[in-house]
């Protein structure tokens, strides 16, 4: 019967395979466990995806000039070098096309970096797709992040610059919006650390993802386009816009070749993000970030 | 008697939603130490559906034994116990788990194992013992052991639903287990307190 059920759903998987593999500007697909991962190409641009239905771009780059930074989630976590120039050692959640890891190796080639991706599949695209190459003092593991963090406390690990990227808007890590897990990623700074988080919230999700963060950071630079970049410190001391623009004057050459700068990061900067009074914080007891999200 | 089918049919009932409603918490107890891939959801099920056929064939055992409401209420007390670490000590026993293995597959495995087994293994033995409870003959038996997977079942489903859907958005995960426990003890107590008559009743079916 099993057999018969299959062989009825045939000629409908030969129909799906080829609605993907016809779809406009497909130009690969990798198989993977969670979502499989698509590869496009359109107006100069090549692009990753998660499944066909999916409209949300995990990644771009230019295909003419791959050393430019062309998407806005890895370009507004550079801002986080702005809090601190010269990370020594860097944790990045979520590899995408690899454009935030490969910016940050180019421009400092001595800092180890630590890339976190769940899925080995993009790890693979992005390596084949993407002109994405490890550099020497980086190094790719494929492991759940909040996984990756609890051995990383084990070994007392520090981390001077902690960046997160592992959420899109159709679906967010529950696991990783959690008082918890920030708590353990504040654990994880050194004392001048620095966190950038980009995130998709919206609706209440986007309330409790503050309140949360606040929670456990205090004061933080909140910066706004679709998604949302959280620039906080360990210290819970910000550094005043003048320190920050200081910073950025003296990034803007070495940011220049991956047509990132000042006047497109600074006037992103805001404070005074407020949220309801009685928002409940996110925590591991309680994470229905999905069903949140939205409403 | 009645009153007592309804209270078998009851407990049934609420032993499908109890298991199926560990089961989506035990993901979110999991999710901070073993993460939230197919394999941490693999060795929860997997664990879960050896308990249940382990306690399947334990509780049809033991219904052969004198078996009586008073009983059944006590297989569901039981089980309420057996779960109370799951609520009250997860994190330190995970937190052993996980220092133990590094593979997050046979870590969310053994996780699994310590927390659920015992449980979900008594939890079980429910549906088994109600069959043996119910069936007045040979003729109904087959009805009557239908009657019982539809209840049950229903009740998981209800479970699968109410939990994943809505009570997530209220409640925090301790506070869904210890509402259920609380339920689990009030319906057991009620068995056994209302189980009397029904030792007779299994005196003359056992025999």
Redesign the interface.
């Known amino acids: 019967m099993v057999v018969n059920r299959l062989s009825a759903l045939l000629p409908l998987l030969v129909i799906v395979g080829l609605a993907t593999s016809l779809q406009a500007g497909v130009v690969a697909e990798e198989k993977s ?2 979502r499989n991962v698509l590869v496009f190409e359109e107006k100069g641009l090549r692009c990753m995806k998660f499944g066909t239905h999916d409209n949300a771009r995990q990644s771009c780059m230019e295909i003419a000039d791959p050393v430019a930074m062309v998407f806005n989630p890895p370009r507004m976590l550079m801002a986080g070098l702005y809090l601190l120039p010269d990370p020594q050692r860097i944790l990045v959640m979520g590899l995408g096309g690899g454009a935030l890891v490969a910016t940050l190796q180019t421009l400092l080639p001595d800092s180890e970096i630590d890339a976190v991706e ?1 899925d080995p599949a993009v790890i693979r695209v992005a390596k084949k797709y993407f002109a994405f190459t490890p550099g020497k003092n980086t190094r790719v593991h494929a ?5 990756f963090v ?2 990383q406390l ?1 070994q007392k690990k520090k981390y001077d610059f902690i960046a997160l990227d592992a959420f899109d808007h159709i679906s967010v ?3 990783m919006t ?1 008082r ?2 920030l708590q353990e990623l504040k654990t994880l700074l050194t004392d001048h650390g620095v966190l950038a988080a980009n995130t998709f919230s919206s609706g209440r999700l986007y309330d409790a993802e503050s309140a949360t963060y606040a929670a456990v950071f205090g004061p933080f630079y909140n910066m706004q386009i679709r998604n949302r970049v959280i620039l906080a410190m360990k210290s819970g001391q910000l550094p005043e816009m003048e320190t920050v623009r200081r910073n950025a004057a003296r990034l803007e050459d070495g940011f220049r070749p991956f047509r990132i700068g000042q006047d497109w990061l600074l006037p992103l900067f805001a404070t005074g993000n407020r949220w309801p009074e009685e928002t409940r914080l996110l ?6 970030a999905n ?2 999200m939205g409403r | 008697m009645a009153k007592q089918k309804i209270l078998i049919y009851l407990i049934t009932w609420w032993s499908g939603y109890f298991v199926m409603a560990m089961e989506l918490l035990g993901g ?1 107890t999991l ?8 394999y941490v959801w693999g060795a929860i099920i997997t664990l879960f559906m050896l308990s249940l056929s382990i306690g399947y064939l334990l509780g049809g055992q033991f219904s052969a034994r004198q078996p009586s409401l008073r009983k059944l209420g006590a297989i569901l007390l039981l089980a309420t116990v057996a779960a109370l670490p799951c609520a009250a000590i997860a994190n330190p026993i995970l937190e052993r788990v ?2 133990a293995t ?1 593979d ?1 597959r046979y870590g969310a495995l053994a996780a699994s194992i310590a927390l659920y087994f015992l449980p979900i293994t008594i939890s079980g033995a429910i549906s088994p013992y109600a069959i043996r409870l119910l069936v007045e003959g040979l003729g109904t038996s087959g009805k009557v052991a239908g009657m019982v997977f539809f209840v049950s079942t229903f009740g998981s489903t209800a479970g699968t639903l109410l939990t994943s859907f809505y009570l ?2 209220i ?5 869904l287990f210890f509402g259920m426990m609380a339920i689990s003890a009030l319906i057991g107590t009620a068995a056994m307190l209302l189980g009397g008559s029904g030792q007779d009743e299994g005196f003359r079916h056992g025999r």
């Open positions: 466990l969670y769940i492991e759940d992040g909040r996984v609890k051995h084990r890590p529950e696991h959690t918890e897990y925590t591991d007891q309680y994470s229905p069903l949140l | 979110r999710a901070p130490f073993f993460g939230t891939g197919i996980f220092e590094s997050p997530v958005l409640f925090e995960v301790d506070q």
